[in-house]
């Protein structure tokens, strides 16, 4: 397994145990899968995918490439997996490139963190992929929230990772950028058999275009863990929601089809 989660209890409190918001859970995610956790506001999903980062304090095991995640220096955390968090209104005040090459800082050998010509290659790469080269010398805070989650997102394409974290990461983008992330998205995947993603989302369309894989999570515990397909066609969605999700979406599309 390429991330590994085994009675895995976490929350805010310097000792994991106390005020638990993710209480006692168990999965995995396999080379190659899609996976996206979903649940209501409030259920755990950033704790649980603070905890995988290394980021929290936690009890239990959380193993990435076959590694304990607390016995790891950020520095080897940062090569194993990259992270693309919710879009935030707090920026520094640096250019596109600028941005875009912090996803390098990981691999810079030079005292001083300059970056190098393989660093400067793929960063130009990134640019170009996510439509960003003629962008590269403005200041991010002049930015749209579309263009900026794409320069956040080349960023972490940057870092060149196979797997790839995100936290709610289409938050705040209208429906053009929502669909141009996925797209961005599903040709990252279709590049290596070996890219893999596992993501917290909010809306549950984007959840199921995304992901091959659904988490279930409700009061900081496992509801349901499967394929899109078997997670969608069951009642879990209504335990999750306390709603019946199904129908909702039915009445509040079939005017408009």
């Known amino acids: 397994m390429l991330i590994e989660c085994k009675n895995l209890i976490c ?30 506001n409030g259920c755990g999903k950033t704790t649980l995918i603070r905890a995988i980062c290394g980021m929290l304090p936690y009890a239990g095991n959380v193993h990435v490439d076959g590694r304990e995640v607390r016995t790891m220096k950020r520095k080897d955390i940062a090569g194993k997996l990259s992270v693309l968090m919710q879009f935030s209104n707090v920026y520094f005040s640096y250019t596109v490139e600028e941005t875009v090459m912090l996803g390098r800082y990981l691999y810079s050998k030079n005292i001083f963190g300059l970056p190098g010509i393989k660093d400067r290659e793929i960063v130009n790469r990134c640019l170009n992929q996510y439509g960003l080269d003629h962008e ?37 983008l209208d429906i053009k950028y929502q669909s141009e992330f996925l797209t961005y998205l599903s040709d990252w995947k279709n590049e290596d058999k070996k890219h893999t993603l596992i993501g917290v989302f909010h809306d549950i369309n984007i959840a199921i275009e995304a992901a091959d894989k659904l988490i279930l999570l409700k009061d ?31 009445k509040q599309y079939s005017h408009w089809i």
């Open 11 to 40: 929350g805010y409190d310097k000792n994991p145990l106390d005020n638990p918001v993710i209480k006692d859970i168990s999965f995995s995610v396999r080379e190659g899968e899609s996976v996206a956790i979903l649940g209501a």
């Open 136 to 172: 590269r010398d403005r200041q991010i805070s002049q930015l749209s929230g579309g263009q900026l989650q794409r320069v956040f997102l080349a960023r972490t394409m940057a870092q060149d990772t196979d797997i790839i974290v995100l936290d709610e990461p289409t938050n705040h």
């Open 220 to 250: 900081g515990e496992i509801l349901a863990d499967g394929s899109k397909a078997e997670i969608i066609s069951s009642e879990f969605l209504r335990k999750t929601f306390d709603i019946d999700v199904k129908e909702y979406m039915k």
